[in-house]
Structures are given as structure tokens and as C-alpha cells.
């Protein structure tokens, strides 16, 4: 049964940092493109970014560029999202999801999220 | 501002039909067949209901169809049940380096 399960999101000050993770089982990581999907409290889906299967190749949303890396690790089965310099208007849910198709652009397999807050 | 279209809600009766649209451009919608939708209840992750237009995974319902005219993309749910009661996102590959946008979501209200 393919599982992601993010950790490691909580309250953080504004310029504060969080590294969330997402552990990944029932599938080989390793092959598999991956994405980070954000939801603001009664809002809709943003993507934020994604990674190619062996970590070679990234990109993110305009918006998180420069503040924000996403990484894997295939020996661990565990891709990540480092936030630094965070911004209430980050606060929101992240959900790391599988990506999938001929273009690698839709995902079968989501987590469940993991909330993350920015406040002081 | 999302980069595809949806209305922010629509509504149905139990056993009818309706249609959430999604409008983007040449660039994503309009010039791939690679239009996804999802379905997300208050709370839960999203679910891939539609991929490639009008393709279903595995274990969702016949009940939901998929189509695509020029620059907009349309997913059909007929024989409205309870539990569709949800939001609805599209979703498209785009030519640029993201590869994929959302749209802004559908609120579907079963009456």
C-alpha cells in the first residue's frame, strides 16, 4: 500500500525556519518525481514545488523561491521541504503527493498534511 | 490569482447531474491533453478523481466524466449522491518550468 506521511510542521515566529519531511513506503521513492502542494486555511490548492526522481532537478513557485529548497533522500525513502525565512503568508497545510502521468504533472497519492503556522 | 479558472460554487439536487468547468489557456488547458481533477472532503488530503481529461483511476466512480473543449476543461458528476458534496480542483500540465497549476477550486453543494 503506497503511504506518504509529511512531519514536521508546527508554530514558527516570522523569519524563522522549519524542514518538514514526508516518508514515503509501499512504492520505490526512487523512481518516482515528487511534488509539495500548499492550502491556506479555507483556501485552495497552491503548488509550491517539485523534484525529479534522483534530486537533480527542482523548481518551486515563485513565491517560495529563494527561501524555500526542496531535497530527497532515496536511501531513506524521505523527501523534504526546507523554509527558511517564513512569512505568515505561509501558514497553511503541506502536502507532499506523488507525481505521475506522461508529463509527470498530476498526482495519484497525497498525504495527509502536515500544518504549518507562522505567528508571533 | 490562480492560473486556471473555476466557479466558486455550484450546487445539485440528489440524482442530477452538473458540470464544473475550468478555463485556462494554449499554454496549459488549451494545448495538452493533460487536464487532472481532484476532490477534496473538509479535512482530507485531495483525491485524483480525472487524469489526461477523461481518464478515471481505479476504484472512482463511473458517475464522474471528463471532457475538454478548446481552452476549458469539464468535469460531469451525474447521479449526485451525498458524499459528492465537496470541493473540486483542476489541474493542468503548463509548458512552463512549474509543469503543473491548479485551479482555484469548486465548491459543489448537494441540495
Known amino acids: 500500500e503506497v503511504q506518504l506521511v509529511e512531519s514536521g510542521g508546527g508554530l514558527v515566529q516570522p523569519g524563522g525556519s522549519l524542514r518538514l519531511s514526508c516518508a514515503a513506503s509501499?512504492?520505490?521513492?526512487?523512481?518516482?518525481?515528487m511534488h509539495w502542494v500548499r492550502q491556506a486555511p479555507g483556501k485552495g490548492l497552491v503548488w509550491v514545488s517539485r523534484i525529479n526522481s534522483d534530486g537533480s532537478s527542482t523548481s518551486y513557485a515563485d513565491s517560495v523561491k529563494g527561501r524555500f529548497t526542496i531535497s530527497r533522500d532515496n536511501a531513506k525513502n524521505t523527501l523534504y521541504l526546507q523554509m527558511n525565512s517564513l512569512r505568515a503568508e505561509d501558514t497553511a497545510v503541506y502536502y507532499c503527493?506523488?507525481?505521475?502521468?506522461?508529463?509527470?504533472?498530476?498526482?495519484?497519492?497525497w498525504g495527509q498534511g502536515t500544518l504549518v503556522t507562522v505567528s508571533s | 490569482q490562480s492560473a486556471l479558472t473555476q466557479p466558486a460554487s455550484v450546487s445539485g439536487s440528489p440524482g442530477q447531474s452538473i458540470t464544473i468547468s475550468c478555463t485556462g489557456t494554449?499554454?496549459?488547458?488549451?494545448?495538452?491533453?493533460?487536464v487532472s481533477w481532484y476532490q477534496q472532503h473538509p479535512g482530507k488530503a485531495p483525491k485524483l478523481m480525472i487524469y489526461?481529461?477523461?481518464n478515471r483511476p481505479s476504484g472512482v466512480s463511473n458517475r464522474f466524466s471528463g471532457s475538454k473543449s478548446g481552452n476549458t476543461a469539464s468535469l460531469t458528476i451525474s447521479g449526485l449522491q451525498a458524499e459528492d458534496e465537496a470541493d473540486y480542483y483542476c489541474s493542468s500540465y503548463t509548458s512552463s518550468s512549474t509543469l503543473a497549476v491548479f485551479g482555484g477550486g469548486t465548491k459543489l453543494t448537494v441540495l
Open positions: 489526461d481529461v477523461s
Open positions: 509501499g512504492f520505490t521513492f526512487s523512481s518516482y518525481w
Open positions: 494554449s499554454s496549459d488547458v488549451g494545448g495538452y491533453n493533460y
Open positions: 503527493a506523488r507525481l505521475v502521468g506522461a508529463t509527470v504533472s498530476y498526482s495519484d497519492y
